[in-house]
């Protein structure tokens, strides 16, 4: 079936908006996306962001007045691959998901974004197409930031461009951590990485971001053997397996673990 569009303008009583508005595509017959215009709401929800945190008020209105507030169900394409971008996304609740989708209909995870984080930085500013699509994990909220906001605010505050380039450096980064990860790592290592990736202590839990279908994706390893090496760490009594809940049961073991 063919994609939707669901056009913020489209709903009764919504102001009308002579700029490219923002729009959400849908899967499906129904599109469920609740979407507001509020002043109010996106301000705040803008301040408990990393990236807007030390604006001041005044600066806080005018990006709110280029912000629209998205509700969106899980599973839902937020923005496809290919398609022009019109501003930032940022995540105030929920998990999104950016993958590349094969004709075939093969995904590879690229990123998974969480609460406070944002999306859509280097198509915005190389002002090219999406090169990944953007979907759900869970009900989700986020703000769409217009790109002449974001741009007004880059000339007018040095603080906002500097954080914003830290965003972005820290991506590369992960990027760069990644590409080494996939061609320097055995696929057992890089589970060993990702479990240890915010250095925890002995007896900690990690929850893992997503279904364990995505993380072996996000690893370039296939569900299987993701689960085989998971499984074969508990049995050999290293971990403990509780959902998405890994328990650190043996670190120094876990760290020279080679499956």
Not at 1 to 22: D, E, I, K, T, V
Not at 87 to 114: F, M, R, W
Not at 132 to 156: F, G, N, V, W
Not at 193 to 212: H, I, M, W
């Amino acid at each position: 079936m063919r994609n939707r569009r669901f056009h913020a303008n489209a709903l009764p009583g919504a102001p009308h908006c002579s700029r490219r508005p923002c729009f959400v595509r849908f899967h499906g017959p129904r599109p469920e996306c609740i979407v507001s215009r509020h002043r109010i709401a996106p301000r705040q929800f803008l301040a408990t962001l990393p990236l807007f945190a030390d604006l001041s008020p005044e600066q806080l209105d005018l990006l709110a007045q280029a912000t629209t507030e998205l509700h969106v169900p899980r599973g839902r394409v937020v923005v496809e691959r290919g398609e022009s971008c019109s501003g930032l996304h940022a995540v105030i609740y929920g998990d999104v998901k950016l993958s590349i989708v094969s004709s075939e209909g093969d995904e590879k995870v690229v990123e998974l974004i969480g609460p406070g984080q944002s999306f859509g930085e280097a198509p915005l500013f190389m002002e090219r197409p999406y090169m990944t699509q953007a979907e759900t994990l869970a009900d989700s909220m986020l703000l769409h930031i217009a790109k002449h906001a974001i741009y007004a605010q880059i000339e007018r505050n040095p603080g906002f461009a500097r954080r914003l380039l830290a965003s972005m450096s820290r991506r590369l980064h992960g990027l760069i951590s990644d590409v080494e990860s996939y061609t320097l790592r055995s696929g057992s290592q890089r589970i060993v990485s990702y479990l240890l990736k915010d250095d925890p202590p002995q007896g900690a839990q990690v929850t893992l971001a997503a279904r364990k279908k995505m993380i072996a994706s996000r690893l370039s390893l296939s569900p299987e053997y993701f689960s085989r090496v998971l499984h074969d760490m508990a049995h050999r009594g290293m971990v403990g397996i509780a959902g998405r809940s890994i328990t650190i049961l043996d670190i120094e073991r876990l760290r020279a673990y080679e499956g």
